[in-house]
């Protein structure tokens, strides 16, 4: 269903919950078709499965109950992390992404932590000035260790962006 209007919706933040998996996928797969320089889909049951288990994936839901993005968040002691955040395509650019995220540092913050990191693939340019706009600064690099295949010839690795919470 195609938008009609650009307004941001209001949000509610929960915690994702093992029967939300089924509509998760499609959305974050979604997002993230973008990343053409990877072979296959973002993730997929199994992986997302893997991934609650270890941290947890914070759903954004609209006054609908229409599930419109998330982000992982995983504590480690003082410093969390954040990743694959997710906004439904047909709504990106309202601000949701800020959101999201501001939600998920609330949600790190309430969990002891007094940093956050994140990881940018560096073939997505256009990421680092946004997250910099957002207080994040890079911090270093890291090879990529992606499950995901690059397409032949492609070479990535991930920049390091960290912002004191």
């Known amino acids: 269903m195609a938008l009609e209007s650009k307004t941001a919706p209001c949000l509610s933040f929960r915690l994702a919950t093992d029967a939300d998996r089924a509509r998760l996928i499609p959305l974050?797969?979604?997002?993230?078709?973008?990343?053409?320089?990877?072979?296959?889909?973002?993730?997929?049951?199994?992986?997302?499965?893997?991934?609650?288990r270890k941290g947890e994936l914070l759903a954004a839901e609209d006054s609908e109950g229409l599930l419109i993005g998330c982000i992982y968040t995983e504590v480690r002691?003082?410093?969390?992390?954040?990743?694959?955040?997710?906004?439904?395509?047909?709504?990106?650019?309202?601000?949701?992404?800020?959101?999201?995220?501001?939600?998920?540092?609330?949600?790190?913050?309430?969990?002891?932590?007094?940093?956050?990191?994140?990881?940018?693939?560096n073939l997505r340019s256009e990421l680092p000035p946004i997250y910099r706009r957002h207080g994040f600064v890079e911090t270093g690099t890291q090879q990529h260790g992606l499950h995901r295949t690059l397409k032949p010839g492609m070479e990535c690795h991930f920049i390091i962006m960290s912002k004191d919470l």
Do not use: K, W
Request: aromatic letters at 4%.
């Open 77 to 121: 002691g003082e410093r969390g992390y954040m990743g694959m955040l997710t906004v439904d395509p047909a709504r990106q650019r309202l601000g949701l992404g800020t959101r999201i995220m501001e939600a998920a540092e609330e949600h790190l913050r309430s969990h002891g932590c007094v940093a956050v990191d994140i990881l940018v693939l």
């Open 28 to 52: 974050i797969n979604s997002a993230f078709s973008i990343e053409t320089f990877l072979e296959g889909t973002r993730t997929d049951d199994e992986d997302l499965a893997a991934m609650m």
